[in-house]
Nanobody, 114 residues
Framework: VQLQASGGGLVQPGGSLRLACTASGSISSINYMGWYRQAPGKQREFVARESSGGSTYVEDSVKGRFSISRDNAKNAVYLQLNSLNPEDTAVYFC?????????WGRGTLVTVSS
């Protein structure tokens, strides 16, 4: 299983980005697709995920600014980031749980700076 993430970049405070991640390869049944992030010098932290049934979970610290969505037909997951601030600067990683195996993408860098 390969995960390809895209959409990161440099954005000014208050701006928006949309991250995308597509899973490919031997995919049977996806339990959930989600996102984590890792800021410089910090541990990786959960951001959001959406289950195959459509249930979404968003970390409290970004709730109201970030939203997650999926396109099951494309095995894709998206993360809409709004009202970005410098504290959101991090590498954002796509994570997929297929049956009992967890897969990670390489990550896409989001830099929030003026």
């Amino acid at each position: 299983v390969q995960l390809q993430a895209s959409g990161g970049g440099l954005v000014q405070p208050g701006g928006s980005l949309r991250l995308a991640c597509t899973a490919s390869g031997s995919i049977s049944s996806i339990n959930y697709m989600g996102w984590y992030r890792q800021a410089p010098g910090k541990q990786r932290e959960f951001v959001a995920r959406e289950s195959s049934g459509g249930s979404t979970y968003v970390e409290d610290s970004v709730k109201g600014r970030f939203s997650i969505s999926r396109d099951n037909a494309k095995n894709a997951v998206y993360l809409q980031l709004n009202s970005l601030n410098p504290e959101d600067t991090a590498v954002y990683f796509c994570n997929v749980l297929i049956e009992r195996s967890s897969y990670w993408g390489r990550g896409t860098l989001v830099t929030v700076s003026s």
